[in-house]
């Protein structure tokens, strides 16, 4: 994720500003598409024949509001092991928000670039 890109979406941003600054996302929510989600991480090798090694991993998302204008943005990483907004500067409020962000960091950990 380019943070300069990410500094670019503001709150009351359009749907199609959104998607001309930061692209297609990577999923989007069921209900209503009112929130993108964009799933970046980083991993390494430290040999040819060894597995992948997630190092880190971001879930930036925008939420938008009923008219769909940017109401906020949050960047989630994994912060000793507990998922964190860096915008913020807090963890994410149970319920449903928080355990679908769990489930796809437990679920992009397994990442595999060569498939499986």
Same mark, same amino acid.
């Given at each position: 994720?380019?943070?300069?890109?990410?500094?670019?979406?503001?709150?009351?941003?359009?749907?199609?500003?959104? /998607?001309?600054? /930061?692209?297609?996302?990577?999923?989007?929510?069921?209900?209503?598409?009112?929130?993108?989600?964009?799933?970046?991480?980083?991993?390494?090798?430290?040999?040819?024949?060894?597995?992948?090694?997630?190092?880190?991993?971001?879930?930036?998302?925008?939420?938008?509001?009923?008219?769909?204008?940017?109401?906020?943005?949050?960047?989630?990483?994994?912060?000793?092991?507990?998922?964190?907004?860096?915008?913020?500067?807090?963890?994410?409020?149970?319920?449903?928000?928080?355990?679908? /962000?769990?489930?796809?960091?437990?679920?992009?950990?397994?990442?595999?670039? /060569?498939?499986?």
């Amino acid at each position: 994720m380019d943070d300069e890109l990410i500094a670019k979406v503001r709150p009351g941003m359009d749907v199609q500003t959104v /998607l001309t600054t /930061l692209g297609t996302p990577s999923t989007t929510s069921t209900v209503g598409n009112r929130t993108f989600y964009y799933i970046s991480q980083t991993v390494r090798r430290r040999f040819q024949f060894q597995d992948f090694t997630v190092i880190d991993q971001r879930v930036l998302v925008i939420y938008f509001n009923k008219a769909f204008k940017v109401e906020r943005i949050a960047n989630y990483g994994l912060q000793d092991g507990v998922i964190f907004d860096f915008i913020s500067r807090t963890t994410p409020a149970g319920g449903e928000e928080q355990s679908f /962000l769990r489930n796809l960091f437990r679920g992009v950990t397994k990442f595999n670039p /060569l498939g499986s």
